[in-house]
């Protein structure tokens, strides 16, 4: 009878002195799946200034961001579920809830984390489909009077009420988006037998990666449908998510620097090998791609005055492929030293799908879960529309008109 191949055989090469059992077993959608929940959290933030610190040139984009981010939150364990070989047992962590697994644990802060997005977003869209229920007919309207859960009152008290409550909820939000991804490098963080992440500067790493990414695909994202849309485009909201990105870059490139010299501080055992990974055999894509070309050259771009819009697309651009090639580095770049610190492993994405777990572990779901948040946030665009009729610089900062 032919033998089992083990988990990680397809696309896992040795060299030097590597474990019979060793392989790379965390691949490409264990890269995607931090990748995507850092875009909720950076999103969710975004979304929050607005709504928590009343920045108002940030008016124009809170919608759209929580939306975004709602979407994001619903692909965010898919990458998960394509990874695992028996998915259908995921549903357990649920049924059996505890906080002695990470993993279980972040089932319950997911979970709690999308009630606080819903309830947001039903508060921050209530007028609207309470407009839309009292106006449309058919099936449509039927979908907007069961959104409206019963509630139609749209009067200046109730609307000051929502007001408060959408603050609040924002308010929560933010340490739930950030526990949400900081558990993410918690688990990273405390691998002991990694190298690499064993520093408990990982989870803060990941958040602000975070916060980065997510604030780069949101101008990604919006320059892209206004554009598109021939719609106004809010210069001084540009300006204002710049001002933001080019923060959380300083103190992300900061923490990052930190953890490096850290690990060549302390020049454990694990440092020989370890800075042959970072400067060698992964020296393009951390030392030019992830922090020149996605860290260093943003910053510059951000904090030069006058940022215009092909600036702020090119920077936030250059943050999203930095970003995920940070996670790269991380996923694939410590698993790639063998558990003897003297050995490599060489990940190879299999290309040809002649098995099923090739074709899980292929470039095509890759495709499918990268552009799943973009479909899903123009289908919910479709029934609550984020983005209002912006004509002139001061609609920027208009209210939108209340339902009658």
């Known amino acids: 009878m032919e033998a089992i191949q083990a988990h990680g055989a397809l696309w896992s090469l040795k060299e030097m002195y590597t474990y019979p059992n060793e ?44 939306l975004f981010s709602f979407a994001l939150l619903l692909i965010a364990p898919s990458p998960l579920l394509f990874h695992l070989t028996q998915p259908q047992r995921s549903i357990h962590i649920m049924m059996t809830p505890h906080f002695y697994s990470a993993i279980a644990a972040f089932t319950i802060v997911y979970m709690t984390y999308m009630a606080i997005v819903l309830a947001e977003i039903w508060f921050v869209f209530r007028p609207f489909i309470v407009g839309q229920a009292l106006e449309k007919k058919g ?22 009420v929502d007001e408060k409550i959408t603050k609040i909820l924002a308010f929560v939000g933010i340490p739930a988006a950030g526990l949400l991804h900081g558990y993410v490098g918690f688990i990273f963080g405390s691998v002991k037998t990694v190298p690499l992440w064993k520093t408990p500067l990982m989870p803060f790493i990941f958040l602000m990666s975070a916060i980065i990414s997510g604030v780069a695909v949101c101008i990604f994202t919006y320059l892209i449908v206004m554009f598109v849309s021939r719609r106004f485009i809010c210069k001084n909201t540009i300006r204002s998510m710049c ?3 080019s923060l959380f870059l300083v103190i992300a490139f900061l923490l990052e620097g930190i953890d490096l010299v850290f690990h060549a501080y302390t020049a454990e055992e694990s440092w020989g090998i370890l800075s042959e990974v970072i400067f060698e055999r992964f020296g393009f894509e951390v030392i030019f791609i992830q922090w020149i070309m996605g860290m260093i050259v943003p910053m510059i771009m951000l ?37 003897s610190l003297a050995g490599f492993l060489t990940y190879k994405i299999p290309i040809i799908p002649n098995s099923i777990e090739a074709f899980k572990e292929g470039p095509i779901p890759v495709v499918i879960l990268l552009s799943a948040p973009f479909i899903l946030l123009f289908i919910f665009n479709k029934v609550l529309p984020v983005f209002n009729d912006i004509t002139s610089e001061e609609d920027c900062y208009a209210t939108p008109e209340k339902p009658s």
């Open 303 to 339: 904090m030069l005055p006058n940022v215009g819009l092909p600036r702020a697309f090119i920077a936030s651009t250059l943050v999203l492929i930095g970003v995920f090639m940070m996670r790269w580095d991380v996923v694939i770049g410590g698993q790639s030293m063998s558990r």
């Open 139 to 160: 099936i449509l309207g039927l979908i907007y009077k069961v959104m409206t859960l019963g509630s139609y009152d749209v009067s200046e008290h109730a609307l000051h």
């Open 23 to 66: 392989y790379i077993y965390w691949t490409i959608h264990i890269v995607i799946y931090p990748y995507i929940t850092g875009l909720v959290a950076g999103a969710f933030v975004l979304s929050s200034l607005y709504h928590v610190f009343g920045k108002e040139e940030l008016k124009p984009v809170s919608r759209f961001a929580l």
């Open 243 to 245: 001002k933001v990105l």
